[in-house]
């Protein structure tokens, strides 16, 4: 089981605070260190410093970071057109000497949209399709060779479909250049979007008991395309809160504003104990990766209780 680190940063974070959260991940032997890509606080809260830009921190992590993998959980298509999204990442991959990857949806929360002056159309799977036709399209393009597309939202014409990314020889097979989580609850659309782009099919916050039939909603998908639906890896995204006892865990909870026993029915959330038994469990509904959501992000002995406690017990 991989586990990646999950963060929010427009709850309030500075680049600083990402940094120490991200150095910790590496340093404590994590797979991943994963941001949303959000511009706006959701909830209570005044989100002091203000919004941090996802690929814009993740370029100055390339630099910071050694090991661990980069990337969105995710990145919303209507933030960015994917010409330049593509090259963004691209050039963020070969900061990171390729580890970077791409999480991509179609976007959701409106009021981010209205408070930054960033269109928000009723309609938008049309462009999370698009775009990740184009952003594949272009890294896939081999070089020297030039990428045209005609669509109902993005025309691109005579594009040198450059820079490429550093991982375009060594991507996981189906796919070109970065790694793409494509991730959503959706019963339809979004299985064969998975099923055609991605290497990597995401469920965030699922009721527990659903995750099985979203993962073989994904792997039918794949199968009516011809792809072997083993080709993806199955993750899931889940709020993280643990102790090393009921005092602890308490506290931890008190400070996301949340109850233990409702971390405890929809996260990884417990003592020790309990933690590594719902591990085992997603594991046997097909989950390979974890994304534990971080939400205190100054509590940095949470990831090292995880890391030092939990994970040595994972199967």
Not at 68 to 94: C, K, M, N, W, Y
Request: charge should be negative; hydrophobic fraction near 40%; glycine fraction near 12%.
């Amino acid at each position: 089981m991989d586990l990646r680190i999950f963060t929010e940063p427009q709850q309030g974070a500075s680049y600083l605070d990402l940094l120490r959260v991200a150095q910790a991940t590496e340093t404590l032997g994590y797979d991943a260190f994963f941001r949303s890509d959000h511009y706006l606080v959701m909830g209570d809260g005044d989100g002091l410093p203000g919004p941090t830009d996802a690929w814009t921190t993740l370029a100055g992590l390339a630099r910071e970071t050694s090991t661990i993998r980069l990337g969105t959980l995710v990145t919303s298509a209507t933030f960015r057109h994917p010409g330049v999204l593509a090259i963004q990442v691209a050039q963020v991959d070969e900061m990171s000497g390729g580890r970077v990857e791409l999480g991509l949806g179609a976007g959701w929360f409106g009021a981010e949209h209205a408070a930054y002056g960033i269109p928000f159309p009723d309609k938008r799977f049309g462009l999370l399709t698009e775009q990740l036709e184009v952003i594949t399209g272009l890294w896939g393009t081999p070089v020297g060779e030039r990428y045209d597309y005609s669509g109902s939202h993005y025309t691109l014409t005579d594009s040198p479909a450059l820079p490429k990314p550093v991982q375009q020889r060594s991507v996981l097979p189906g796919a070109a250049g970065v790694p793409v989580i494509v991730g959503g609850n959706g019963p339809r659309r979004t299985p064969a979007l998975a099923a055609r782009y991605a290497t990597e099919y995401n469920t965030s916050f699922p009721e527990i008991a659903d995750i099985p039939e979203r993962f073989s909603r994904v792997r039918a998908a794949c199968e009516a395309v011809g792809r072997p639906a083993d080709e993806l890896v199955y993750s899931a995204a889940l709020v993280m809160c643990v102790g090393s006892d009921e005092a602890e865990l308490a506290r931890r909870a008190a400070a996301i504003g949340r109850e233990p026993g409702e971390l405890r029915e929809h996260g990884v959330a417990g003592t020790v104990s309990e933690v590594v038994d719902r591990i085992g469990a997603l594991a046997a509904m097909g989950v390979e990766r974890l994304y534990l959501q971080v939400l205190d992000l100054s509590d940095l002995d949470h990831l090292d209780l995880v890391a030092r406690e939990v994970r040595p017990r994972l199967g």
